[in-house]
């Protein structure tokens, strides 16, 4: 319990994570500045204090050789930059070094109160760790300094182009990173590769080469780099010096002006402007510590992504990925990807059977429902009795599951938070995630405050409620500063608790599919049991080349009997659909039109609840094809891909 205190501190910034705290000493100068030394992990590490620190703590990080041209440090240190630096040489820039490198830089923020954006410096292997922790944490550099800066390792050590390479360091690294030769040869994240959102985040570089480098020849490594960064819209500079004396091929160059580095580092890491702490955007609760007890002890995980088009598309989650197997490179993990898109909270309750739990138990599950939930229109009602439902089917499968919901953003929560109104999505959400001590993420009120604080700017950053590569990084940021504290063995063990009060007696929490070869139907219908399109329109993952029960013609009618006390259907709603009418019990018909905003371009999966508030029991639907259909519409069609039901 004292230990679940101290991590509290830590959220606020008062204490140092326990794995970092380390005995300081200060007994050493460094060009007659004050030098700090302590360890992280076992690995030495120092930082130099100016003698009158500038407001806010800037500071610069060396990456490596920390006695290699030394005078724009100096120049820093006496204008009040810090200069810090931690040695985990030959081990470039692998998990194992991220991790420390990590660890250094929370030990910085909170020991020294160092300003949140590091200024990098990479010298020569150097540029293996900056580029490595750079496009990690974009968000955390305020620019990049390279000299010779290494950039590929198939280049060196590998020496595989025109190189000279090292074999002793290749063999070194490929031991590091567990590679076989083809492995290593195979690795695409590089320093040249996936720079999209250090540029995303507006890191400048600037490099200093010599084209007579024959250690590190710069056509395979700063002059693609810098060209790939440039494509993506980066700012880099670089600058070749080719004056001689040069030594060890070209590798050395002397540097007659390094106020020029010092201008670029500090011109861009001062002055410091504030930023919003990520902690501000999420609510612990109970905690991921079952979870990450699974992963620490068994070593076995199964983690699941439910969500829409931002949980489908390519971005956050494959971070998410990256980091868990990175942090826990012992653990064999299993990935489960549900996320398609258009598909908000009643979808995800009655398919959250067949998608995710028949596939295995499931320790670790991310929601995100929030901006299809409005953008579908989906009522407050429906949305509690969703959430509560996934989250009460979900632990009634597995008890110690862990769920993390999450709330992202788009244009109409900025309006509300704008007008001074909690969305109504973040209110359910938290309504949920609070009733079972569940840890959430709100970073739509996130993405506007950091707006208003002028941290960056939706249009030119963020662009779209389908986040740019910025805001992916943003998502991935705020999701792992939970992770590093919600996992934490410190924070108590919280079982669940089955007899807890649920807020509405009918949540969905026994939503699953029901298929739609129980229902019976006249000559009109027809099941196609691998239907795909003619019409050239666009579908979505799971709802093309399936079964599906259509009807065309009006008057053509249906009948399913269910036992259940909710009832829908899923469909595809194209550029022919039409409108439906249907009765329950033999009360009087109501219509429903199928077609959407988008059935005119894309076959679009669209879950109708018919009622979500009968008695438990027997009941009958009928539905019938209408004799009319939206004005955009061509047609009557009506295409089931599944029935939906909730005991």
């Not at 720079?195 to 995303?200: D, M, N, P, R, V």
């Not at 699974?294 to 390519?314: M, R």
């Not at 807020?503 to 000559?523: E, H, K, V």
């Not at 039409?578 to 033999?586: A, E, L, P, Q, R």
Request: glycine residues 8%.
């Amino acid at each position: 319990m004292l230990k679940y205190f101290y991590l509290l501190l830590v959220l606020s910034g008062f204490a140092l994570p326990l794995s970092a705290q380390q005995t300081q000493t200060a007994d050493l100068k460094w060009k007659g500045f004050e030098r700090v030394n302590f360890t992280i992990d076992g690995h030495p590490a120092y930082y130099v204090k100016p003698n009158k620190p500038l407001p806010g703590n800037p500071w610069v990080w060396r990456s490596s050789f920390p006695d290699w041209h030394t005078d724009a440090d100096s120049i820093l240190l006496s204008r009040g930059m810090y200069v810090a630096y931690v040695d985990v040489d030959n081990q470039y820039g692998s998990p194992q070094a991220m991790q420390v490198w990590d660890e250094f830089y929370a030990y910085l923020q909170r020991n020294a109160a160092f300003s949140t954006k590091a200024a990098l410096e990479a010298v020569s292997r150097g540029g293996l760790y900056a580029y490595a922790w750079a496009k990690r944490n974009p968000d955390k550099v305020s620019c990049i300094y390279g000299e010779t800066p290494v950039c590929d390792i198939k280049s060196w050590p590998g020496g595989k182009g025109a190189g000279m390479g090292d074999t002793t360091s290749w063999a070194q690294y490929k031991q590091v990173f567990g590679f076989t030769e083809a492995q290593a040869m195979a690795f695409k994240d590089n320093p040249i590769d996936n720079l999209e959102g250090l540029a995303a985040f507006h890191v400048p570089l600037l490099h200093y080469i010599s084209n007579a480098d024959k250690l590190v020849p710069v056509a395979e490594n700063s002059n693609v780099l810098v060209k790939n960064y440039k494509a993506l819209g980066g700012q880099a500079t670089e600058v070749v010096i080719d004056k001689q004396p040069q030594e060890l091929f070209g590798h050395h160059f002397i540097i007659e002006h390094p106020e020029a580095i010092a201008d670029f580092l500090m011109s861009n890491a001062y002055p410091v402007k504030p930023v919003l702490p990520y902690g501000d955007y999420f609510k612990l609760r109970g905690g991921l510590n079952k979870s990450h007890y699974v992963i620490k002890q068994d070593k076995q995980a199964t983690v699941a992504f439910l969500g829409g088009s931002i949980t489908f598309n390519p971005g956050w989650r494959d971070k998410i990925t990256t980091y868990l197997k990175a942090t826990f490179p012992e653990t064999k993990f299993r990935f489960i990807a549900a996320g398609i898109p258009s598909l908000g909270s009643l979808p995800h309750v009655f398919r959250l059977q067949r998608d995710l739990l028949d596939s295995g138990k499931i320790d670790l599950l991310f929601i995100e429902a929030a901006v299809n939930d409005r953008v579908n229109g989906t009522d407050s009602l429906t949305q509690v009795r969703d959430l509560e439902g996934i989250v009460l089917h979900a632990k009634r499968t597995n008890p110690r599951i862990d769920i993390l919901m999450m709330s992202f953003a788009d244009p109409d929560k900025n309006k509300d938070y704008a007008s001074g109104k909690i969305p109504v999505e973040i209110i359910n959400h938290e309504l949920v995630a609070s009733r079972y001590d569940l840890p959430s993420i709100n970073i739509a009120k996130e993405v506007y405050d950091k707006i208003q604080n002028k941290e960056f700017d939706w249009d030119k950053d963020f662009k779209d409620l389908h986040p740019a590569p910025f805001g992916q990084e943003l998502y991935f940021a705020t999701i792992k500063a939970l992770l590093q504290v919600a996992m934490d063995p410190g924070v108590p063990l919280r079982k669940y608790m089955p007899r807890i009060k649920r807020l509405n007696s009918a949540s969905f929490a026994n939503g699953n599919y029901y298929s739609i070869n129980n229902a019976r139907y006249d000559a009109d219908w027809s099941i196609n049991p691998n239907w795909t399109p003619t019409d050239g329109l666009g579908t979505r993952p799971g709802f093309v080349n399936i079964p599906v029960l259509s009807a065309y013609k009006p008057g053509a009618e249906l009948t399913l009997n269910f036992t259940g006390r909710a009832i829908g259907m899923a469909i595809v709603s194209g550029g022919d659909a039409g409108t439906v009418s249907y009765v329950i019990d033999g009360k009087a018909y109501k219509p429903i039109d199928l077609y959407t905003q988008w059935s005119g371009f894309l076959h679009l999966p669209w879950y109708i609840l018919f009622d979500g508030n009968l008695k438990p029991g027997k009941h009958v639907l009928k539905l019938k094809i209408a004799g009319t259909h939206a004005p955009a519409s061509k047609g009557y069609a009506c295409r089931i891909v599944n029935f939906l039901r909730s005991e």
